[in-house]
């Protein structure tokens, strides 16, 4: 199956320094999906990427969709402590019968010290 | 904003016992899904389900597992065995109509812990 590729795996920072992680895919997909996941609850989605090229913004939060469509960033300016949880990156490709199934990075595991 | 439930937040269940894993997807959604979560590794998709039917599984879904919407409200995620490697969070996601790409909600999860 199609496999994801995070990095790095986990991140130690002081407040308000800025935050890079990636996602590689071995094979194309046409959405990629920024996930947070904060301890005992769900993933809330960050940004949504449909287009190859596209730089989507969210508050602090930049993501790029990979021009070869096999990997996409996130980026977060200025931390505070409340970005503190685990960042999964999900790619999909839509069409077919799977009608969505989203494929998930190992996540990386951010820790913002005050 | 409306969410996705999930009941329990946490199943206690003996090895070879059956477990009902319990979502209320988001009201107007017709697209729902399972998703597998074993501590500290990433999530992995377990089933899509459509129209009343499976519309993909992963073989992580094997005879063992069951999908229902038993009624307008409830999908449900049955083990009908369970196995010490199914101690996982699992979570119930759904989206609306449109594209496959549409965004899919997420609910908090119930930990399964087999003993």
């Known amino acids: 199956g199609q496999q994801l590729n995070q990095s790095p795996q986990s991140m130690f920072i002081q407040e308000g320094e800025d935050v890079s992680m990636n996602c590689t895919s071995s094979?194309?997909?046409?959405?990629w999906l920024w996930y947070k996941q904060d301890p005992g609850e769900g993933p809330v989605l960050l940004i949504a990427?449909?287009?190859?090229?596209e730089l989507t913004s969210n508050g602090r939060l930049t993501a790029q969709f990979g021009i070869t469509r096999k990997d996409s960033f996130l980026n977060i300016s200025a931390s505070i402590p409340s970005d503190v949880g685990i960042y999964f990156c999900?790619?999909?490709?839509?069409?077919?019968?799977?009608?969505?199934?989203?494929?998930f990075g190992q996540g990386t595991i951010l820790t913002v010290h005050p | 904003e409306p969410e996705v439930t999930q009941t329990p937040s946490h199943q206690v269940t003996q090895m070879g016992q059956e477990v009902i894993l319990r979502c209320v997807p988001i009201?107007?959604?017709?697209?729902f899904y399972w998703y597998r979560q074993i501590l500290g590794q990433k999530v992995e998709f377990l089933v899509s389900?459509?129209?009343?039917?499976?519309?993909?599984k992963s073989e992580i879904f094997d005879d063992q597992f069951s999908v229902e919407r038993p009624d307008g409200s409830n999908f449900t995620l049955k083990i009908r065995s369970t196995k010490l490697e199914d101690s996982a969070m699992y979570f119930c996601?759904?989206?609306?109509?449109?594209?496959?790409?549409?965004?899919?909600?997420f609910g908090d999860g119930t930990r399964l812990s087999i003993l």
């Open positions: 996601a759904s989206r609306n109509r449109g594209r496959d790409n549409q965004p899919q909600h």
């Open positions: 094979s194309i997909f046409n959405t």
């Open positions: 990427l449909y287009k190859a090229g």
């Open positions: 999900a790619g999909l490709n839509a069409g077919g019968t799977s009608y969505g199934k989203l494929t």
């Open positions: 009201s107007n959604h017709l697209y």
């Open positions: 389900f459509y129209n009343n039917e499976i519309s993909e």
